[in-house]
């Protein structure tokens, strides 16, 4: 079982940067570890993910450019740097851990609590 705790979020204005980090504890991640969000009234999308033990990153193209996965296996820590935020950023983003690299949202494993990000214009 993986457990998995986000922090980091919180509330910014138009074009500043923010790092979210996720805490993952319990057994190592099977293969992938990422970041899904979900805006008020709206689906849950994928934002990015990277191969644990590689590094290899995949990242939807509305983060590209702009957000930044990382992790770090001596302690068990993944990050998303996100740069130059939106208003349409704003969203409660959850960190995951998966056999599959960009799963979908409703087959995820295992899933953190969440965490909201806000951004103001």
């Known amino acids: 079982q993986v457990h998995l705790e986000e922090s980091g979020g919180g509330l910014v204005q138009t074009g500043e940067s923010l790092r979210l980090s996720c805490a993952i504890s319990g057994q190592i991640p099977n293969y992938a570890t990422g970041w899904f969000r979900q805006a008020p009234g709206k689906e849950r999308d994928f934002v990015a993910a990277?191969?644990?033990?590689?590094?290899?990153?995949y990242s939807e193209d509305s983060a590209k450019g702009r957000f930044t996965i990382s992790r770090d296996k001596d302690t068990n820590m993944m990050y998303l740097q996100m740069n130059s935020l939106k208003p349409e950023d704003t969203a409660v983003y959850y960190c995951y851990a998966d056999s599959i690299l960009r799963p979908r949202a409703e087959f995820v494993e295992n899933w953190g609590k969440g965490i909201l990000v806000t951004v103001s214009s």
């Open positions: 990277i191969v644990w033990e590689s590094g290899s990153i």
